[in-house]
C-alpha cells in the first residue's frame, strides 16, 4: 500500500502562483510514474502534469508553461508548481501513483485531493 498526502492548496489570485506537494509513504518513485490531476465541478478529472521514473515530465497543453512538476527522491515527495494561475485553474488537485507492467496498470493509488481557487 501507499499513501499520499497533498498539501499546499487554497485561494490566490488571478496571475499569483501557489505549490503543491505531495507526499508519499515510501521511496516508489523508481517505479511508480507520478500525476497530478484535477477535477473542476461538474467536470471530468484530469490530466495536468506527469512524470515517470526516469524523470521524463509530461503536460497537457493548457498548463504548458506554466506548471512545472518535480520531485524530491528524499523526501519522497513529488510537486506542482503552477505559475500564472487562471480562474479556470480553479479545482481539486489530486496526486496519483501509477505502476504499469508491460502498459497494464497493477498499482495505482490517489491523493485525498487539495482545493486550489483562483480568484480576486
Known amino acids: 500500500q501507499v499513501q499520499l498526502v497533498e498539501s499546499g492548496g487554497g485561494l490566490v489570485q488571478p496571475g499569483g502562483s501557489v505549490r503543491l506537494s505531495c507526499a508519499a509513504s515510501?521511496?516508489?518513485?523508481?517505479?511508480?510514474?507520478m500525476g497530478w490531476y484535477r477535477q473542476a465541478p461538474g467536470k471530468q478529472r484530469e490530466l495536468v502534469a506527469k512524470?515517470?521514473?526516469?524523470?521524463?515530465?509530461t503536460y497537457t497543453d493548457y498548463v504548458k508553461g506554466r506548471f512545472t512538476i518535480s520531485r524530491d527522491n528524499a523526501q519522497n515527495t513529488v510537486y506542482l508548481q503552477m505559475n500564472s494561475l487562471k480562474p479556470e485553474d480553479t479545482a481539486v488537485y489530486y496526486c496519483?501513483?501509477?505502476?504499469?507492467?508491460?502498459?497494464?496498470?497493477?498499482?495505482?493509488?490517489w491523493g485525498q485531493g487539495t482545493q486550489v481557487t483562483v480568484s480576486s
Open positions: 496519483n501513483a501509477q505502476r504499469r507492467v508491460l502498459s497494464q496498470v497493477v498499482s495505482d493509488y
Open positions: 512524470i515517470t521514473n526516469g524523470g521524463t515530465t
Open positions: 515510501r521511496n516508489i518513485f523508481s517505479v511508480y510514474v
